[in-house]
């Protein structure tokens, strides 16, 4: 396999995290860009990166660069995946991918034609436990999967300076939170839920602070979806289905399940994967796809998830006006 030289642009909690797990696999990031160049300086110190621009705009431009890994605010990874896939390169693109439909397809027509790999960090494409249930589900053990429940809610205070609440840096509980929650039933789900029922609550600024939502798909498959930035809820998945129900907790990063048997009343702990590990099984995944393995990346259920965010959002960031 190719030795893929990765740069990051950003440098908050998940790009730190994102240096620790090519750490973890033994290599390295080969640059760094930050819009604040001392910030950028300051992580390259920390991580023992060599190369540091001094306009963040040069990543893209870098011949050395393989792939970059997007981890800004959601409102400006369109402009950046753009100029990277003009310039060749791979990206990996923090959730949520784009603000609406409208951008990622355009960024996925782009990137059909210069031939790049692009891909959304959703962990729950990528975490083992993830794939080894899906393989128990397929082997029909449980029968089909009729109902799934979803939880994430987090107490934020009313800081309406923050990427939280603020419409000017795409904040709002659908884009921070309700990606991993209808990733998760994208998952499992036989096919895209295609009609949609919800109630959005707003904060004070008019970003989405409460959703609830009901799903359902073509086969009958239904989902129903709460979440909360100012109302704390655990991370929890349930999928019922007609002979047993698997409940996970913390599910954005899982490792571990519990699947309950109704037959013989048995509940069944099964892991694979670790906690610690959520981005390293990513950037795995990613460097796969970057070598040519297909599908790895399942950018076909972020497009999926996306559709299902722009249908619901009832209100406009200022990049969409």
Known sequence: MKDIKWAVLGTGVIA?????ALIKKGKSIYSVANRTHQKAVEF?????INKVYEDMNDVFEDPEVDVVYITTPHNTHYEFMIKAINNGKHILVEKSITLNTSELSRVINLAEQRGVVVAEAMTIYHMPIYKKL????????LGKVNLITMNFGSFKEYDMNNRFFNPNLAG???LDIGVYALSFIRWFMDSKPDKCASQTK???TGVDEQVGLLLMNDEGQMASVMLSLHSKQPKRGMISCEKGYIEIMEYPRAWEAAIHYVESGETQKITAGENADALVYE??????????????MHLDYTWDVMDMMTGVRNFKYPEEM
Do not use: F, T
């Open 134 to 141: 899906k393989e128990m589900l397929n082997s029909g053990v």
């Open 202 to 204: 707003s904060a004070p």
């Open 283 to 296: 950037l795995e995944d990613m460097e796969r796809a970057i070598n040519g393995e297909h599908g790895c």
């Open 16 to 20: 730190n995290e994102m240096a620790q």
């Open 44 to 48: 390259a110190k920390k991580y023992n």
């Open 172 to 174: 709002g509980a659908m």
